[in-house]
């Protein structure tokens, strides 16, 4: 028998706690023969990312010891900021970024007394997209050289797997140079061809980039070298070899990330010249769905060889992602109905397929397919939902303006033990996932739980710009951030208001990074929402031209169609130039030390609104940086925003007093007289 309470009172199973001390972050998923290897990052360690080995025996543990400086290995890289794929595996040899160094480092499974061996130097020099090249000692890698004046120096670079280069950078050579980046090499199965991607400024990697493959020589240099796809409008990316050495890549030519083959490749011991001239490209398995995602990380990883004749591949199709295999041969796609969601790599060797993947009613987890058979081989944690009090995701639609249509997934409250008074309608919050080009999932998600466990509905929205949509809708927003973005998640309230669904003066959007950045755009254009929350995001476009790292230097120019770092459109667009037009209380959550949106941009916006007397708030995480990766931050962040939300709406929280916010100017507009929510 349920308990009658208001919403956004009930008491809930997920705490903060839930989400940092039971709970990591998993990702970077590969597999070596039997063994299976992923990272875990553990709120619990400071945001500590640690390698982890399933052996075929099934038992589980870290992998690394300690450094020779005795620290504990930290796997993670800093390349393009959002670093990404920080290791690489090889018939037990494993190469890897530690970030309290900076350096990489080789680790022999089978010989665990010789320890770690550094690979490379100390200093301001960045690591990461590993390609282990046994055959030559060698590992390729993406270098990041801030060694010099300016902006960074992007290269790809083969790094000799003796540690000869440790001590003397001269060991290192250069085998692909000036582009402004370069990611993904990839070497084919008998060692004789390299493929990489590159890309310049202004582009992203979804734009233009460029997929090369060519002639290794013995020395891991290059030969004889082609572009086979992208450029001319479109990208390529994520190369990946067959057993029989012909090419596969991912290229959004035709409106979406479909996968193409490419054979002609000559094999070892035959003719080697003029062979560029041999290849033939065809697509795979045309159709209107996405079998990628836009690279924000190194190493992204949606499909695998999984034997002679197929593919193991992930695809989404408006927004939700599916699992089967593609025939090299002709394309044909049989879809597996696992049950389960890819959320992140999916890989295969020998047979083997493992994937990190979602549920509807469990947290995401690494598992292996067997014969159709889901095996979890490790979860991100040991909370389990009672499935009465699971809220599922429920697809939506609705039209936004400019005759646009919006999408998203729609969280109603539920639990297992209370329900709200006849009549009440639940207040809502409207979540805008960053990038901007990513894109929200269905699944179940204890961040989104946190909050429908409460009695909160939460939208979660792909508003123009997201991916998994095609590109006609990602590029929509082009030159339109912060207006198409923002119309999308205000229209998707309304729709809900309209729908008779939520409660039309207790109305919130929160974002996180450019998230952020649409959550404030969103409280500047519209009048629906009575609170807002912004999460390190974008204040002032022009202050982050200046302050940007290389990888989005020119980025902010195709979202906004600005001609430079002096373009008028770049301060209207900004909200801290649009204080007047707030109209709804702040909530501002920022790391002391963001290297992407400096804590400069919330400290402005805070001063700026509570000089307008509107009801703000600000909490700076210091030692934090872009995202909160410790335990008591996290904690901290939580309550503060479930403390910001009772206090404006009223909500008479048994939470209230945990890590309660101070709102500045909140008792003030009260006592005035002047209504905190929208008319």
């Known amino acids: 028998m ?13 705490t903060p706690g839930t989400i940092t001390t039971r709970t990591v972050r998993l990702s970077q998923v590969r597999v070596d023969g039997p063994d299976t290897y992923w990272v875990e990052q553990r709120a619990s360690q400071a945001g500590r990312q640690v390698l982890l080995r399933r052996d075929g ?131 084919s199965p008998d060692g004789e061809h390299l493929a990489w991607v590159c890309w310049d400024q202004p582009g992203m990697p979804w734009d233009e980039a460029r997929l090369h493959v060519g002639d290794l020589r013995p020395d891991g240099t290059l030969g004889e070298q082609t572009v086979v796809d992208g450029g001319a409008g479109h990208s390529a990316g994520e190369p990946r070899w067959t057993e029989e050495c012909d090419l596969v890549h991912v290229a959004n030519g035709s409106g979406f990330w479909n996968l193409y083959r490419t054979e002609g490749f000559p094999r070892r011991g035959t003719n080697r010249t003029g062979w560029t001239k041999a290849l033939r490209t065809r697509p795979l398995h045309p159709a209107e769905a996405t079998f990628s995602s836009p690279a924000w990380t190194l190493g992204p990883h949606h499909f695998d060889v999984l034997d002679g004749e197929h593919l193991i591949a992930s695809w989404a199709r408006d927004g939700v992602w599916h699992l089967g295999t593609v025939r090299l041969s002709n394309g044909e796609l049989e879809e597996w109905n696992v049950g ?85 309608l639940p207040p809502l919050i409207v979540g805008a996932h960053g990038g901007p080009t990513e894109m929200a999932r269905p699944g179940y998600d204890l961040t989104i739980q946190y909050w429908t466990s409460r009695g909160f509905a939460y939208l979660d929205v792909n508003y123009r710009g997201s991916s998994g949509y095609g590109s006609a809708y990602r590029q929509a927003l082009n030159g339109s951030w912060g207006v198409y973005d923002a119309d999308d998640v205000a229209s998707g309230a309304q729709f809900l208001i309209d729908s008779g669904r939520v409660d039309p003066a207790r109305v919130a959007v929160r974002g996180a990074s450019a998230g952020g950045f649409t959550a404030l755009r969103a409280l500047v254009r519209s009048e629906v929402f009575s609170a807002g929350t912004s999460l390190f995001g974008i204040a002032d476009l022009a202050r982050l031209v200046g302050t940007t790292h290389k990888f989005e230097a020119r980025y902010i120019e195709t979202l906004t169609g600005a001609s430079g770092p002096q373009d008028p459109v770049l301060a209207e667009r900004s909200p801290l130039s649009h204080i007047e037009d707030i109209n709804a209380p702040l909530l501002l959550l920022q790391g002391s030390e963001d290297p992407i949106v400096p804590a400069e941009q919330a400290t402005a916006m805070y001063e700026a609104v509570r000089a307008s007397g509107q009801p703000v708030a600000l909490e700076v995480f210091h030692g934090e940086g872009h995202g909160f990766r410790m335990a008591a931050s996290i904690h901290r962040a939580y309550h503060s925003e479930l403390s910001f939300y009772t206090q404006v709406w009223g909500i008479d929280s048994p939470e209230q007093d945990r890590g309660s916010v101070a709102v500045e100017n909140l008792g003030r507009q009260e006592a005035a007289g002047t209504p905190t929510t929208p008319r």
């Open 2 to 14: 349920s308990t009658t309470a208001p919403y956004g009172t009930w008491p809930s199973p997920i």
């Open 340 to 424: 389960w969601q890819p959320a992140g790599n999916v890989a295969s060797s020998a047979g083997r397929v493992v994937m990190l993947a979602g549920s509807e009613i469990g947290l995401p987890s690494i598992v292996e397919v067997k014969g159709r058979e889901v095996v979890v081989l490790r979860g991100s944690g040991e909370f389990t939902a009672e499935r009465d009090g699971i809220s599922f995701a429920e697809p939506l639609s609705w039209p936004t303006t400019d005759g646009a249509t919006a999408h998203g997934f729609f969280y109603p409250p539920t639990s297992a033990t209370h329900c709200a008074p006849a009549g009440e």
């Open 57 to 187: 025996d099934g038992q589980i543990g870290e992998v690394l010891p300690l450094t020779p400086s005795d620290e504990l290995v930290d796997v993670r890289t800093r390349v393009h900021e959002y670093g990404g794929r920080a290791y690489a595996v090889d018939g037990g040899i494993i190469v890897v970024s530690h970030a309290g160094d900076g350096r990489l480092y080789r680790f022999d499974v089978a010989h665990r007394m010789r320890g770690l061996v550094p690979l490379t130097i100390y200093g301001d020099v960045r690591h990461g997209d590993l390609e282990i090249d046994t055959q030559r000692g060698l590992v390729y890698a993406v270098r990041e050289d801030h060694r010099g004046p300016g902006e960074p120096v992007n290269s790809l670079v083969a790094i000799p797997l003796d540690g000869s280069a440790a001590r003397d950078d001269q060991g290192v050579r250069t085998v692909v140079s000036g582009t402004d980046f370069v990611v993904a090499p990839t070497l």
